[in-house]
């Protein structure tokens, strides 16, 4: 008993606290009511049945044990009636909700109901214990329609029903039940609020603590990271994520999406540092201490609700478009923003709840890193293809369109943009085939390529019928491979003795060139026979038309033309000037090469006086008299 009065004596102080603070309620429920006043009767009434049983002992001796019940069942009875009191006191506050935000104050108020109803629930059950052995008693020593039985039976069925109160408050549209759901509603309101979202922290966690301690932890992660995604979503559709829908077939070139990779790469990197990354720190600050993995599995939901999963599968679709040599640069843009966000995409998705982003953004990763060597590594196949096709050179032995491309291709993988990552790319992609990485792959490919082109040049010079027109075709492709690729990261990589050596072929050539060429003019333009003054100088000036017109094929009128300029017919005789034939060499070994090129034209213009002074030197004739 000594318990149960401390018990009382601290309820009837928090009442009376309450109603300090409380308005007392002015309407009660008709049953409610009914149900108080009969306590209050019956609390009544136990106190004159304890009476009127002790004052009949000369009836029965075993009514002195009902008494001993009644008097023992009379304290807990009392209890139940003033703990009634103060959760009527409190059903007003509860069913109005957090007034003016105050979402601590009312989380207390619905934390001293749980406490009253359980209390109450307790003491219901002792008073139940006692009043069923009275009950019982009764029943064995008193008739059933004595008023004794009859008062009990009413008291007992009471004490049942109040027993079963918090039971009853606690299911939907209870009492209890209420309050959880405006804590839910205020729950979904703090965190749909991003504009002051870290200063309600307090306030969700409070939340959340009640929420939990009485089965609803689960509701609140579904409110949370259904709010939080739709708001991640929101923010990402801002970014204007159309592109993510079109299809993309293996017959596609990349060069169609070029503008949606540059997009991709920088929604990738914003969802992740501006969406992603603050949503996880949130779920951090707001679930962790209830577990670990409830944040991480609560992010990983909201990541997949965002959207962010279809960004990654855009990335996917271009890895499966058609292999060019445009996707190896694509395929290396994407890879070093992959790369760039990689401490990023560990540190958000490195749990076992992002298992499945893990996967996804892993298998991006790998078709990535093996498109791009894939397509590096076949560029040699691709040069040997263009010749077994029988592909003819240039016409006019000029450098092949393939020979240029493939060399400013490879001057811009080499370039600061592309070849770290060209080089990270290979390098893993030999790891993950090979083990390990050999050292100085890229530059032994690159030779390859080279090597392979230059077995096309060969193979292509044999195809001219003009011995002369082969040579030149030679010696002008090697030409641009020694002068362009000098002093250029292409050319560096070779090294000085490869340029060397390709600097003696273009000689080679250039004087095989000069000997099935410009070597049969000595003979054309030979003096012999000519008489360079009157009065002679009629029959010479025809012996020279007749040389000239074998001449105009091979195009050289330096000490000559003079003779036929005068004349009525001079572009009969003479289709091209020193100068504009000059000016047609010199374009030959100048291809459109203006990206890459380091003072390319000077290395022309200094090669061309090379060899115009070849030519000279070698069909050096005796100057004409004036």
């Avoid at 306590?39 to 009434?45: A, R, W």
């Avoid at 008494?67 to 209890?79: C, I, L, Y």
């Avoid at 010749?387 to 490879?410: E, G, K, Q, W």
Wanted: charge should be neutral; glycine fraction near 6%.
């Amino acid at each position: 008993m000594e318990g149960t009065e401390g018990n009382i004596e601290k309820l009837l102080a928090a009442r009376e606290s309450l109603r300090a603070t409380l308005e007392e309620s002015k309407s009660f429920s008709s049953k409610i009511e009914e149900t108080r006043l009969g306590l209050q009767k019956i609390n009544g009434n136990l106190s004159l049945l304890s009476s009127e049983l002790c004052s009949t002992y000369s009836r029965k001796s075993t009514l002195y044990a009902v008494g001993a019940h009644v008097d023992r069942a009379f304290g807990p009875v009392s209890a139940v009636l003033r703990i009634y009191d103060s959760v009527h006191g409190l059903e007003k506050s509860i069913m109005a909700g957090p007034s003016g935000g105050d979402v601590v104050g009312y989380i207390g108020l619905v934390k001293q109901l749980e406490e009253a109803m359980r209390f109450l629930s307790d003491n219901c059950g002792l008073a139940v214990e006692w009043m069923e052995d009275v009950a019982k008693l009764l029943d064995e020593n008193v008739g059933t329609d004595d008023h004794y039985i009859v008062k009990v039976k009413r008291l007992l069925r009471i004490l049942k029903e109040l027993k079963a109160l918090e039971t009853r408050a606690r299911l939907n549209g209870g009492l209890l039940s209420d309050s959880f759901d405006k804590l839910e509603l205020e729950f979904r309101h703090l965190v749909k609020d991003n504009g002051s979202f870290s200063h309600q922290v307090p306030e969700l966690h409070a939340i959340i603590e009640r929420l939990k301690a009485n089965d609803r932890m689960e509701n609140c992660i579904t409110i949370y990271s259904d709010i939080r995604s739709s708001n991640a979503r929101a923010a990402l559709q801002r970014l204007n994520l159309s592109y993510l829908e079109i299809e993309i077939s293996e017959s596609d070139s990349v060069q169609k999406f070029e503008d949606h990779i540059v997009q991709w790469g920088n929604h990738v990197e914003f969802a992740l540092k501006n969406v992603l990354h603050a949503e996880y720190d949130l779920c951090k600050s707001i679930l962790e201490k209830h577990g670990a993995d409830v944040p991480l599995s609560c992010f990983a939901r909201i990541t997949a609700q965002s959207g962010f999963l279809a960004i990654l599968e855009f990335g996917d679709k271009i890895t499966k478009a058609k292999k060019d040599a445009i996707k190896l640069l694509k395929l290396l843009d994407m890879f070093q923003v992959l790369d760039k966000l990689r401490v990023d995409f560990n540190k958000l998705f490195g749990s076992k709840a992002c298992l499945k982003i893990q996967n996804q953004t892993r298998d991006l990763v790998k078709r990535v890193v093996n498109g791009a060597s894939e397509i590096f590594m076949e560029l040699r196949l691709q040069v040997e293809l263009q010749r077994h096709n029988m592909i003819p050179p240039p016409s006019d032995a000029s450098v092949p369109r393939l020979v240029t491309f493939v060399t400013n291709y490879c001057i811009m993988l080499l370039e600061d943009d592309y070849k770290p990552v060209l080089s990270q790319v290979l390098s893993i992609h030999q790891i993950w085939n090979r083990g390990k990485s050999p050292d100085g792959f890229l530059r032994k490919e690159l030779q390859r390529i080279v090597e392979a082109m230059e077995i096309n040049l060969e193979t292509w010079s044999k195809t001219f019928d003009d011995p002369a027109l082969s040579c030149f075709f030679l010696m002008n492709n090697y030409t641009f491979l020694c002068h362009f690729l000098q002093e250029t990261v292409f050319g560096d990589l070779m090294g000085d003795n490869w340029l060397r050596e390709h600097q003696q072929k273009m000689e080679t050539y250039a004087e095989l060139y000069l000997k099935e060429s410009w070597g049969k003019l000595s003979g054309i333009l030979s003096e012999e026979g000519l008489i360079l003054f009157s009065p002679g100088r009629s029959t010479t000036q025809e012996l020279v038309k007749k040389r000239l017109r074998e001449f105009n094929d091979m195009f050289f009128l330096h000490n000559y033309g003079y003779l036929v300029e005068n004349g009525s017919s001079p572009g009969k005789y003479v289709r091209y000037t020193v100068w504009s034939l000059e000016g047609m060499l010199k374009s030959l070994f100048q291809p459109n090469m203006t990206r890459f090129s380091r003072s390319n034209s000077s290395k022309s213009t200094h090669l061309m006086g090379k060899l115009r002074n070849a030519v000279s030197n070698q069909f050096r004739v005796a100057p004409i008299p004036t």
